[in-house]
Nanobody
Framework: QVQLVESGGGLVQAGGSLRLSCAAS????????MGWYRQAPGKQRELVAT???????NYADSVKGRFTISRDNAKNTVYLQMNSLEPEDTAVYYC????????????????WGQGTLVTVSS
């Protein structure tokens, strides 16, 4: 199975920065799109940013210009650099990947990490 593990969350003051990492491991054959989602208290999970294996990116309007998603394909790792953080960014951030498991084979499967908490104080 393919697993995703996030790291880098924590408590930061408004205006500060954090860098989240998500490393994929296990029986990986291919990983296409990777992304970050977040869920704030009392709200639905929402897309933050995605990046394809070729480097094409997509951002939610609320984070555009402040967050940068990147990836290291050799390390099967995706990053989210978060700058100019606001209290509204407080949420559990989840890593997501579409991956082909070399043991299960023949199709891409959606994999989720366990989440990492980001708290931005005012």
């Amino acid at each position: 199975q393919v697993q995703l593990v996030e790291s880098g969350g924590g408590l930061v003051q408004a205006g500060g920065s954090l860098r989240l990492s998500c490393a994929a491991s296990g029986s990986i054959f291919r990983i296409d799109v990777m992304g970050w989602y977040r869920q704030a208290p009392g709200k639905q999970r929402e897309l933050v940013a995605t990046i394809t294996s070729g480097g094409s990116t997509n951002y939610a309007d609320s984070v555009k210009g402040r967050f940068t998603i990147s990836r290291d394909n050799a390390k099967n790792t995706v990053y989210l650099q978060m700058n100019s953080l606001e209290p509204e960014d407080t949420a559990v951030y989840y890593c997501n990947a579409n991956a082909v498991d070399r043991l299960l084979g023949y199709r891409y499967r959606e994999v989720w990490g366990q989440g990492t908490l980001v708290t931005v104080s005012s």
